[in-house]
């Protein structure tokens, strides 16, 4: 979705390097969230944040750490890259007064995809 | 311990059928459960949302049931055709947040 946008699309990296992955959105959402994908378990949630100053961990925070520039700009680190951070990550945002009037609809961006060799 | 199941194996259907997907959960008492399509290489897409009060929610050709007592709920799609062939994820509230399952393939052949 062009509304949500994730830079590099992919890439690939050695083990120690330090890594960003950045997200935009255009929608003026306030939540914005960082998931990544392995096959087989489904989308987890490593990050999550409801406004500019507020950050929270998500399921599978260690070994990763964020930035919320601004309301648009979310982005997610690896300080120390390994082998098992190797997946597809997704940026996601959402807002209060979507079509599902607060339910959480979530909207993602297309996705990057990271391997660490 | 809490738990989201949906299909693992890929669901192969006719052109025509009706395509029905299953999401279990446990331990877990959402006030909603959101239905969303993911195809390959690109992020999910939100399709229907249900309401812990809601039994069955309408859209076009799908439609979804949620029963609370079972801590189940089905999509099915009706009529479906190629491009429906995705995967489907389901996914549960939990403390506010969206929590998914792992997504079950669909394809449909013609």
């Known amino acids: 979705d062009a509304d949500v946008t994730q830079t590099p699309r992919n890439r690939i990296t050695k083990t120690g390097k330090r890594i960003m992955l950045e997200c935009s959105q255009t929608?003026?959402?306030?939540?914005m969230y960082w998931y990544r994908q392995d096959p087989g378990l489904g989308l987890r949630l490593i990050y999550y944040?409801?406004?500019?100053?507020?950050?929270n961990k998500g399921e599978i925070s260690d070994g990763y750490s964020v930035s919320r520039q601004a309301q648009a700009k979310f982005s997610l680190s690896l300080e120390s890259a390994i082998p098992n951070q190797t997946a597809l990550y997704f940026c996601?945002?959402?807002?209060?007064?979507?079509?599902?009037?607060?339910?959480?609809?979530?909207?993602f961006g297309p996705g990057t995809r990271l391997t660490v060799l | 311990s809490q738990k989201i199941e949906q299909n693992s194996e890929a669901l192969n259907i006719q052109e025509g059928k009706t395509a029905t997907l299953t999401c279990n959960y446990t331990?877990?008492?959402?006030?909603?459960l959101q239905w969303y399509r993911q195809d390959p290489g690109r992020g999910p897409v939100f399709l229907l949302l249900?309401?812990?009060?809601?039994k069955e929610k309408r859209k076009e050709r799908l439609k979804v049931t949620f029963d609370t007592t079972l801590k189940q709920s089905l999509f099915h799609i009706t009529a479906s055709q190629p491009a429906d062939s995705a995967t489907y994820l389901c996914?549960?509230?939990?403390?506010?947040?969206?929590?998914f399952g792992a997504g079950t393939i669909l394809r449909v052949k013609s």
């Open positions: 996914a549960l509230e939990g403390a506010g947040k969206l929590v």
């Open positions: 996601a945002t959402s807002d209060l007064s979507g079509e599902t009037g607060g339910y959480n609809e979530q909207f």
């Open positions: 944040s409801f406004d500019v100053k507020d950050i």
């Open positions: 929608k003026g959402h306030d939540r």
């Open positions: 331990n877990y008492s959402p006030a909603y």
């Open positions: 249900i309401r812990e009060n809601e």
